[in-house]
């Protein structure tokens, strides 16, 4: 009774050899699905890399953008500054040399005593 008949061997082998052929070719549907999917993950990560590289070129020109303005608005400040400290020289001619003299005592005997 253990004896296989001929054709029982042969079906056997059959769906042997037709197992066998469905796993390769499952196996090879599974392969393409992941080549396609990496496929879509390059794409998507050289994106994504696009969009960090933009996003990141937008603030560096918005925080050049906002130093040109702060930049500006100090120039504008000393040029306030300046214009106000004309008219008083205007104003007070002898006063303002007597007090620049002064200041330059200062600090040259400051930088005497320094050197010293």
């Known amino acids: 009774m253990s ?9 056997s082998e059959h769906e042997l050899k037709k197992s066998v052929n469905d796993g390769v070719s499952d196996l090879k549907k599974d392969a393409q699905n992941i080549k396609d999917d990496l496929d879509v993950l390059k794409e998507d990560a050289t ?8 996003h990141t070129i937008e603030a560096a020109k918005a925080g050049v953008q906002g130093a040109s303005d702060i930049a500006r608005g100090a120039c504008d400040s000393m040029k306030g500054y300046q214009e106000g400290m004309n008219e008083r020289i205007r104003a007070h001619p002898t006063s303002s040399v007597l007090l620049a003299l002064g200041a330059g005592v200062v600090l040259g005997r ?4 320094l050197r010293s």
């Open 3 to 11: 004896t296989m008949t001929m054709n029982q061997k042969r079906e």
């Open 47 to 54: 994106q994504l890399g696009a969009h960090a590289t933009q």
């Open 110 to 113: 400051v930088i005497g005593a």
